[in-house]
């Protein structure tokens, strides 16, 4: 078991509605990284915050945010929620540049 | 977009048996690894090889790459029911720690 929990662990909104999701990173650990997972699907990287910096983003929308804070807990949140956006967000952290991360339980969020 | 994708989708085998799933890839990488998970919750670290190594192994697992095929493959040895799994392959273009998921593999051990 990992040290990175995430919180909640299932979410229902509805379309439109905007969601925060919280993760709380390892113990030494700097970076953390946001994935979302379709169902059957692998998880898509949303994008890294390394020391309350975004430090890369991949292909999704602005309405996805974060925030990294001082003791490298994160959030992310989401505006104007779409069906599309039914999945599991993941948070994972890791020491900077080395290789391997951390998962937490991920957060079930439907769309309704 | 997916930049791994594994082969076969799902893999169902008897105890005992050995499974290998296989892992190709489209750009140039620092390293890849890969994951485990169980029943659509957090994934866990099994596995990562870099792009100068070319066979790694940990345990009952063994891993292979081949960057002038842009592949790899994972293979469990004598495997148990405990296994059953998806497995990812991820790749890490600049050892930046953000990996690039394949579509997975399915695997069912059958006790």
């Known amino acids: 078991e990992t040290g990175v929990t995430q919180s909640p662990t299932h979410l229902i909104k509805t379309r439109g509605q905007q969601v925060t999701l919280r993760c709380s990173s390892q113990s030494g650990h700097n970076t953390v990284s946001w994935y979302q997972q379709a169902l059957g699907q692998g998880p898509q990287f949303i994008f890294q915050y390394y020391r309350e910096e975004e430090n890369g983003r991949g292909n999704f929308p602005p309405r996805f945010s974060g925030l990294q804070f001082p003791n490298y807990s994160s959030e992310l949140n989401v505006n104007a929620l779409e069906l599309d956006d039914s999945a599991l967000y993941l948070c994972?952290?890791?020491?900077?540049?080395?290789?391997?991360?951390?998962f937490g339980s991920g957060t079930q969020l439907s769309v309704l | 977009s997916q930049q791994g994708e594994e082969d076969p989708q799902a893999l169902s085998i008897q105890e005992g048996e050995n499974a290998t799933m296989n892992c190709s890839y489209k750009t140039s990488i620092n390293n890849l690894q890969w994951y485990r998970q169980n029943s659509g919750r957090g994934l866990v670290h099994l596995i990562l090889?870099?792009?100068?190594?070319r066979e790694k192994h940990s345990g009952r697992l063994r891993v292979t790459l081949d960057t002038s095929k842009k592949s790899s493959s994972l293979l469990i040895t004598a495997s148990r029911a405990a296994d059953t799994a998806s497995y990812f392959c991820a790749t890490d273009e600049a050892a930046g720690n953000k990996l690039t998921f394949g579509g997975g593999t399915r695997v069912l051990v059958k006790p």
């Open positions: 090889i870099r792009s100068n190594e």
């Open positions: 994972a952290s890791s020491a900077w540049a080395r290789g391997k991360l951390f």
